[in-house]
């Protein structure tokens, strides 16, 4: 039996976590952590979790607790999952892994030394749309792949409480939601990109609240990304491919459990199709599990989520934007 601690009393844990662990055998929550002891009990109660410590410290003395799950601002990323490994725990951290590269490679180094897990909790990448999308790329059937073009809007209105509009906790249209487009383009093109040009629109406290950015690879693939958390947007999460041969659409490929399209049109002829499957969050869970146990690597550790924070590294930097972690 598997235990996981929650790091921070959070919104996204009982969909991302706490429900998919109810419907497993094999794992528990069994404590969770918040700033403060009252939050944290509010919050064990609510979601059935026997143990609430108020101190996030507390929760990694914990001996019995062998994976963490850290929901914490990503300006806390790195700090508390550093600690996590440091205490022997595997972590399973909420996007985006850290504030910027630097920090990546620190926690990868440190996974490395202490022979713990640290992956990020990209759960769309383990959904079998995923799969599927890669033996498109594989195939070759939209032959030579020409451009790719990655978006996900979703109209979050200001709020300077929120952490989500607050650059100093990680906030910001390219953190919150650009994190995804470029995992999407990242992960089809199967290399890494240079960013060519960029541009973003400022919140009232400095955030970016809508970026732009037009990438290249260097097979020539041409991509671009676009998030925005402006109070006009409407929810969109989608990636078209170009090829010689064909193009790919998928729409919602973020939570293509609430409704997904793909479609395919190569010769001249369209095909629409969905692919089947629980929650993503059903699928990360059982892929940490698994990896735990066997060893063997996945997708969102390691040297992807230092590429992608590379990636959105450089974003910032051609933009112009200054962030006082970068």
Same mark, same amino acid.
């Given at each position: 039996m598997l235990r996981i601690g929650v790091l921070g009393a959070a919104g996204i844990?009982?969909?991302a976590i706490i429900r998919p662990a109810s419907r497993r055998d094999d794992v528990v929550i069994a404590a969770v952590a918040s700033r403060s002891e009252q939050s944290a009990i509010a919050y064990g109660q609510a979601n059935a979790i026997p143990v609430a410590y108020g101190s996030y410290q507390a929760l990694l003395d914990d001996d019995s607790i062998e994976l963490v799950y850290n929901a914490l601002? @990503?300006?806390?990323?790195? %700090?508390?999952?550093? +600690? +996590?490994?440091? #205490?022997? =725990?595997? $972590?399973?951290?909420? =996007?985006? /892994?850290?504030?910027?590269?630097? &920090?990546? &490679?620190?926690?990868?180094? $440190?996974a490395s030394r202490t022979g713990r897990r640290l992956i990020e909790a990209f759960h769309d990448r383990y959904h079998p749309l995923?799969?599927?999308?890669?033996?498109? %790329?594989?195939s070759g059937r939209l032959g030579q792949l020409v451009s790719l073009d990655a978006a996900f809007t979703v109209a979050t209105p200001f709020d300077p409480a929120s952490i989500r509009h607050d650059p100093a906790l990680g906030g910001g249209a390219l953190m919150d939601l650009g994190c995804y487009p470029v995992h999407w383009v990242r992960f089809f093109a199967g290399e890494e990109p240079e960013v060519v040009k960029a541009s973003y629109s400022p919140n009232a406290m400095g955030a970016d609240e809508t970026v732009e950015a037009a990438l290249r690879?260097? #097979?020539?693939?041409?991509? %671009?990304?676009?998030a925005s958390m402006a109070e006009k947007e409407t929810f969109c999460a989608s990636l078209v491919v170009n090829g010689t041969h064909g193009r790919l659409e998928v729409?919602?490929?973020?939570? @293509?459990?609430?409704?997904? #399209?793909? %479609?395919?049109?190569?010769?001249?002829?369209?095909?629409?199709?969905? /692919?089947?499957?629980? &929650?993503?969050?059903?699928?990360?869970?059982?892929? $940490?599990? =698994?990896?735990?146990?066997s060893g063997e690597p996945l997708p969102t550790e390691s040297e992807d989520f230092v590429a992608n924070m590379k990636t959105i590294d450089a974003i910032y930097r051609v933009a112009g934007l200054r962030r006082g972690h970068a």
């Open positions: 844990a009982p969909q601002p @990503p300006s806390q990323h790195a %700090r508390w999952s550093i +600690a +996590a490994l440091e #205490s022997g =725990k595997h $972590v399973l951290c909420e =996007k985006p /892994i850290a504030m910027n590269a630097a &920090e990546a &490679e620190e926690m990868a180094s $440190v995923s799969e599927y999308l890669l033996g498109v %790329r594989t690879f260097p #097979s020539g693939v041409e991509a %671009r990304v676009l729409d919602n490929p973020v939570l @293509p459990h609430n409704g997904h #399209s793909v %479609r395919i049109t190569t010769d001249g002829v369209l095909r629409t199709l969905t /692919i089947g499957g629980a &929650e993503t969050y059903d699928y990360q869970l059982d892929a $940490v599990v =698994k990896g735990i146990l």
